[in-house]
Every structure is written in C-alpha cells, then in structure tokens.
C-alpha cells in the first residue's frame, strides 16, 4: 500500500541457472578443492569426480593415503620355495621325533603286558585245570546217587560198568548225560573198582 492509496503488484525475481547450479552444490558432496582442471585448465565443480572436458580424475587420493603393494623379484621366488621346502622337511622331522616316540612307548607296553600275562598264565591255567577236576567230579557224584536209585530195582550188570551214563540214561535214572570237561574223557567202572573218570586226561577217582 502506497500513500497514493493503491499496491504496487509483487515482482519476483527468477534466478539464473549458474545462480540455481551454485545453490545445488551447496548441498553435494566436495570431493576436492580443485577450480579448474591440473590438465586442461577448465573449469570445474567441488562435486565433480572427473573433469568434463580430459576426463582427468578430480577426486584421486592422496598419494600418502594408498597402500603400497609390495612386489617381490622375480629371483625370489626360487629361495622361497627353497625355504618352503626346508619347512616342510623340518615338520617331518618333528613328526618322525613322535612317531618314533610312539612306538617306543607302544613296545614298553607290550613288553610289560607279555610280562604280566607270563606271570598270571600259569595261575590261570591251575585254574581252569582245577575247574575241569571239580566239575569232573560232580558229574560223578550225580552218577554215583543215579546209581543207586537204579540198583535199588535192577541188577548190575557189564553194560552199566562199561557206560553208566547211557544206561541210566535209558533207564531214565538221569535227566540228561553228564560229560567230563575234558574232551575225550568217558565214565566206566572198571573190575573191582568204583565209578571214575578214565581217558587220556582222566580225572580219576572222586574226593
């Protein structure tokens, strides 16, 4: 409103596309601090990452910040296969240090095992021994009292001396046929004697 009573129409001002261009950078990301290419001499903008005109890379890091790649002769490589090989040589030898080791203690082991089993394996053997003889023997205490419920009721006689086990068997005195441990081994009563074991191995007369 002016003093003359009447307002004067709003002008507004449109920018220029360099002004609408400068504006828009504010807001991009600088990559670096260049104004015009080191190559070309053009001109150049922070948020540009290559020149436009050479193509020349604005946005390069500095030297100090890349890491050097270290490149190793080409003479080398010999020596290090060399000293490849002396590793591989030196962990075969510390392997064959344990292995021999190994079988060290293995045979002191089995040393000292053969040792206790000589001096345990004849009382082992007494003892299977002794089993034999005493089962042996109860088998013959159970012929012995078969015989005498059977000779309550019938006579001796030659087949009962030569095999008592099958004839009181058959005449179902016993409820199964004892047999000695000892392969071989049969019962008999021999002329003038009582029931024993005879055979190769036999047990003889019981207790």
Request: net charge positive; proline share 6%.
């Amino acid at each position: 409103m002016t003093a003359l009573g009447f307002s004067l129409p709003s002008i507004r001002l449109r920018k220029t596309p360099r002004q609408r261009e400068g504006q828009m950078v504010k807001t991009l990301e600088r990559f670096h601090a260049f104004r015009h290419c080191p190559r070309c001499k053009a001109d150049v903008d922070p948020h540009h990452r290559f020149c436009r005109q050479c193509t020349f890379w604005l946005a390069r890091p500095e030297v100090d910040g890349l890491r050097q790649v270290e490149t190793r002769p080409a003479g080398n490589a010999i020596s290090e296969m060399l000293g490849r090989l002396v590793q591989v040589i030196r962990q075969f030898q510390s392997s064959v240090h344990f292995i021999f080791l190994g079988l060290s203690l293995g045979a002191i082991g089995t040393f000292l095992l053969v040792v206790m089993l000589n001096s345990v394996a004849p009382d082992w053997v007494a003892f299977g021994a002794r089993a034999q003889r005493r089962s042996c023997y109860a088998n013959m205490r159970v012929i012995q009292g078969a015989m005498e419920v059977f000779l309550q009721e019938n006579r001796f006689t030659p087949a009962l001396a030569s095999d008592p086990v099958q004839v009181l068997f058959e005449g179902g005195t016993l409820s199964n046929r004892p047999v000695c441990p000892v392969a071989g081994n049969r019962y008999r009563i021999p002329r003038g004697s009582s029931l024993q074991c005879v055979g190769s191995e036999g047990h003889g007369l019981p207790y």
